[in-house]
């Protein structure tokens, strides 16, 4: 079992930079690949970013790809999702999720495979 808290999100204006930290409590944190997914008002949620458990595989949206950078330290049990260049679409509510599949080397985009949800972080970027 793994519990997850998002922090890092607030308003910002297009073009700014924030990063979002994940924490996970759990011993296999280490274990697990992460996502971050996000979901805009009256869309569906939709991934962002997410990496294997060393970080040695990464994966980015479309959208995202050459502004977002998902990192993890797993000595302190946290995912981050620095955000760059941002623009008024970004605006959600971004979660983190663990996909609990121990060491697997498959990094999955889809949401069923990832079993641990945050609470979610409200990111908006102003125009």
């Known amino acids: 079992q793994a519990q997850l808290v998002e922090s890092g999100g607030g308003l910002v204006q297009a073009g700014g930079s924030l990063r979002l930290s994940c924490a996970a409590s759990?011993?296999?944190?280490?274990?697990?690949?992460m996502g971050w997914f996000r979901q805009a008002p009256g869309k569906e949620r939709d991934i962002v970013a997410a990496?294997?458990?060393?970080?040695?595989?990464?994966y980015y949206g479309d959208s995202v790809k050459g502004r977002f950078t998902i990192s993890r330290d797993n000595a302190k049990n946290t995912v981050y999702l620095q955000m760059d260049s941002l623009k008024p679409e970004d605006t959600a509510v971004y979660y983190c999720?663990?996909?609990?599949?121990?060491?697997?080397?498959?990094?999955?985009?889809?949401?069923?495979?990832?079993?641990?949800w945050g609470q979610g972080t409200q990111v908006t970027v102003s125009s």
């Open positions: 990496t294997t458990w060393n970080g040695g595989t990464t």
């Open positions: 999720a663990a996909d609990p599949r121990p060491y697997s080397a498959i990094l999955s985009h889809a949401q069923t495979e990832y079993a641990y």
């Open positions: 759990g011993r296999r944190f280490s274990s697990y690949a």
